[in-house]
């Protein structure tokens, strides 16, 4: 009697971490989507700022050197910023 009862309590056991394994890998799947979609939203950010800085390069390229310099810097940190980015995204996926 005595071996059954710790039979099953054993079993029950196996059951609790069984079913706490699952909730883990269900919770790091969310964590995976979210970091996914963190992401995706800071690779829209950073091309809609590149296409703001090669759209404000264009219009004072002429007007201003000195200005024109600068944002170009900025282009090219935002496009080193972008590879990075990507980089990160294929890192994680």
């Known amino acids: 009697m005595t071996f059954l009862i710790t039979l099953a309590f054993h079993q029950l056991g196996y059951a ?3 079913e ?15 970091g996914n979609s963190i992401f995706r939203i800071i690779k ?5 700022l ?11 390229r002429e007007q201003n050197q000195d200005m024109a310099r600068k944002v170009g810097n900025v ?5 080193i910023f972008y590879g990075l980015i990507e ?4 890192l994680a996926g």
């Open 16 to 18: 609790q971490i069984d």
């Open 20 to 34: 706490l394994v699952d909730q883990v890998n269900q919770a790091e799947q969310g964590t995976v989507q979210i």
């Open 44 to 48: 829209v950010a950073a091309s809609v």
């Open 50 to 60: 590149l296409g703001i800085a090669a759209i404000a390069f264009l219009i004072i």
């Open 75 to 79: 282009i090219l940190g935002l496009v």
């Open 87 to 90: 980089i990160g995204e294929n």
